[in-house]
Nanobody, 116 residues
Framework: QVQLMEFGGGWTHPGRSLLLSCTTSGFPFKDYIMSWYRQAPGKERELVASITGRDDKTEYADSAKGRFSVARDYAHNVVYLQMNDLEPGDTAVYYC?????????WGQGTHVTVSS
């Protein structure tokens, strides 16, 4: 059974940092692209960052470049999203996604609120 579970969300002040993690099981982790998406209230879900399997190539949305960093731990099948210098515009539900070819799995999301 495939499982993806996000952790690390919460409320924080602008300028602070949060580390999101996504634990996974039930699929060959190293063969899947792992991505973080987010969905703000009233907006469509958007890609934040991705990291490929085996060679760890990363991609970032323009809004995330220079502030966010994605990484994966093959020993524990976990993917991380380090978010620095958070802004109110980063407030959203953050989702983890594993995808490869036609296979796609999603976590249930974790809420991030950035507010003073």
């Amino acid at each position: 059974q495939v499982q993806l579970m996000e952790f690390g969300g919460g409320w924080t002040h602008p300028g602070r940092s949060l580390l999101l993690s996504c634990t996974t099981s039930g699929f060959p982790f190293k063969d899947y692209i792992m991505s973080w998406y987010r969905q703000a209230p009233g907006k469509e879900r958007e890609l934040v960052a991705s990291i490929t399997g085996r060679d760890d190539k990363t991609e970032y949305a323009d809004s995330a470049k220079g502030r966010f960093s994605v990484a994966r731990d093959y020993a524990h099948n976990v993917v991380y999203l380090q978010m620095n210098d958070l802004e109110p515009g980063d407030t959203a539900v953050y989702y983890c996604r594993a995808h490869q070819g036609l296979s796609s799995y999603w976590g249930q999301g974790t809420h991030v609120t950035v507010s003073s």
